[in-house]
């Protein structure tokens, strides 16, 4: 069935479609007693406004762009969720893109939010570059960098040096002498740097060191088993590994486990992140919890607040939340 028009509104009534188009605009020269008609009218034939119509024509838009690294991620959902209750709430269209950790993508999608006129964006970006964003934030479109330290614009992110300080008290809690690290080694992967900043400094402290640093390239499930398969080959294997995020650690506990190797008895795996559903993998997973919906909620009320700030002036701001340990079966 067509969709109900400003026109046929305009024809039921006997008025024009101008003068529909202001009532349905909350128009201050419509009179209160022609808007309630037209609302009526508009009601009984279930008419629903053309929102990218609207925002052609309009001075300010209800669009947000967010963009993120890999939608394949499962760190992404509650953040994005997070984001669009919000952005749900206050009446605004979000628009999602990943960049895929390149540079170039990312410079894309900006320009295309750029082009819808998107009122803000959020996002997590690849770093190797921040021009492209700065200039969106010096045409008026806000920026706020999500699950990353940016300090050149608003942000919101954990305290990933923490998360690696406790990472390595429970390891040292735990009695491990043997310990090693999973990480990708991307160059602008800053979060798992900080991570084995922290995680080195408690073990250091106590008079231990890493015997292995195992990096493969990527955050997927193909990494971790790559790691699995460079711990399975060593003479001395470390005993407890804390890998960068949950998705390696998933990995590498599922090539072990292939191999019959037991887990936490050979080897306690401590992942990073808690996503959705790392308490039902093959071996429950003990990890230190981001606190992924509630960054979403910061990010997008940051944005909000800005959106509605025109005279925003002030140095950027800088949200850092904390990590919490969650201990299941693979590093009890």
């Keep these: 069935m067509p969709a109900t028009t400003i026109k046929q509104i305009a024809k039921e ?21 022609t808007r309630e008609k037209v609302l009526r009218m508009a009601d009984q034939l ?38 669009q209750d919000k952005a749900d709430q206050q009446s605004y269209i979000t628009f999602i893109g990943e960049s895929r950790r390149n ?24 770093l190797s570059n921040l021009d492209h964003l700065k200039n969106l934030e010096e045409d008026g479109v806000p920026v706020i ?3 990353r330290t940016v300090k050149e614009l608003d942000f919101v992110d954990e305290d990933n040096i923490k998360s690696g300080m406790i990472a390595g008290q429970h390891f040292i809690d735990r009695g491990f002498e043997e310990i090693g690290y999973i990480q990708s080694g991307n160059e602008y992967n800053f979060p798992e740097k900080d991570r084995l900043t922290g995680f080195e400094k408690v073990i250091s402290e106590h008079g231990r060191n890493l015997c292995a640093v195992y ?28 890998c960068s995020n949950d998705i390696l650690a998933m990995g590498f506990i ?5 191999l019959g190797v037991q887990i936490p008895d050979d080897v306690a795996v401590l992942g ?16 230190v919890a981001s606190p992924i919906y509630e960054m ?30 969650v201990l299941r079966k693979s590093c009890i």
């Design 215 to 242: 990096t493969v390239g990527n955050n997927r499930i193909e990494g971790g088993e790559k790691a699995g398969k460079m711990w399975f080959s060593e003479k001395e294997r470390p005993e407890a590994v804390f």
């Design 46 to 83: 279930n008419y629903m406004p053309n929102l990218w119509a609207q925002n052609l024509v309009g001075s300010k838009t209800n669009l947000i762009g967010c963009l993120v690294l890999e939608l394949t991620n499962p760190f992404y959902i509650p953040m994005l969720r997070a984001i």
């Design 254 to 258: 599922q090539y072990l486990v292939r």
């Design 272 to 287: 990073h992140d808690d996503v959705s559903f790392a308490d039902r993998f093959i071996v429950p997973l003990s990890t």
């Design 103 to 126: 540079l170039e993508i990312e410079k894309q999608v900006i320009e295309r939010f750029r082009r819808i006129r998107a009122s803000g964006v959020i996002i997590t970006p690849v």
């Design 145 to 147: 960098a999500v699950g």
């Design 296 to 325: 979403g909620q910061h990010a997008i009320n940051l944005l909000l607040d800005r959106i509605s700030n025109h005279e925003y002036s002030h140095e950027p701001q800088m949200i850092s939340l904390k990590p919490e340990l």
């Design 13 to 33: 009534l006997g008025i024009h479609p101008s003068t529909v188009s202001r009532a349905l605009s909350g128009h201050p020269h419509i009179a209160e007693k």
